[in-house]
């Protein structure tokens, strides 16, 4: 059973455009979610981060809303650029837990179109 | 500024033979994971440990074991190489469990023949 869900496996977008990633969770016991961004024969890196105790996170052109009564986050990209091309992964994390690691989706295969 | 380090980034093995994965960081993080890449399966935990001799199984541990002797040091052993065992791994450290993000290593390819 998925607890983190990311439904659509890809994307695309014209470049200067707006990106929106979704990120469906089932856990209520997440308080903590994160997106990574990666790109292919390397390791994930973190993009940004939302705990439970807001609503919006923003940092440049990547923002992060969060929706806990729908259990849903999304990440908006503006403008879009090419080097934003790449898998972006959604991260849960129950930061009062007893297990320690991150549950991630499946990934969103984000590309931008020139 | 080293961070997570893994080695080697590519490996082939036959069916029965035994091999260490190597993870080590250099940011004094408590936490450490294992972590496996499958196509269409995202990334999932396979161990993870909160500090030096203390480690625990994640959600898909079997055939895996790992042990935690120092706090920089987090080495993955496959003991009998299967080919479902073919994948991607990748070692993360967080500096604690609460609301912080965790730092990946570049990855393990490795295959199973």
């Known amino acids: 059973d998925q607890q983190v869900k990311q439904n659509s496996p890809s994307l695309s977008v014209q470049e200067g455009r707006i990106s929106i990633l979704n990120c469906d969770y089932t856990?209520?016991?997440?308080?903590?979610f994160l997106w990574y961004k990666k790109y292919p024969a390397e390791g994930p890196t973190f993009l940004i981060s939302i705990s439970s105790i807001k609503d919006k996170n923003e940092d440049g052109r990547f923002t992060v809303f969060l929706n806990k009564s729908a259990k849903h986050l999304s990440l908006h990209i503006v403008p879009s650029q090419p080097g934003d091309s790449a898998v972006y992964f959604c991260a849960a994390a129950d930061s009062g837990g007893g297990a320690d690691g991150l549950t991630f989706g499946k990934g969103t295969h984000l590309i931008i179109q020139p | 500024n080293a961070g997570v380090t893994q080695t080697p980034k590519f490996q082939v093995l036959k069916t029965g033979q035994s091999m260490t994965l190597q993870c080590a960081q250099d940011?004094?993080?408590?936490?450490m994971s294992w972590y496996r890449q499958d196509p269409g399966m995202g990334l999932r935990l396979i161990h993870y440990?909160?500090?030096?001799?203390?480690?625990d199984q994640g959600e898909v541990p079997n055939g895996y074991n790992v042990s935690r002797s120092t706090t920089e040091d987090f080495p993955l052993r496959l003991l009998s190489a299967a080919p479902s065992q073919t994948s991607v791994y990748f070692c993360a450290s967080r500096m604690d469990s609460a609301n912080t993000e965790a730092f990946f290593g570049q990855g393990t390819r490795l295959t199973v023949v």
């Open positions: 856990n209520s016991m997440f308080d903590y």
């Open positions: 940011m004094n993080h408590e936490y």
């Open positions: 440990s909160v500090g030096a001799g203390i480690t």
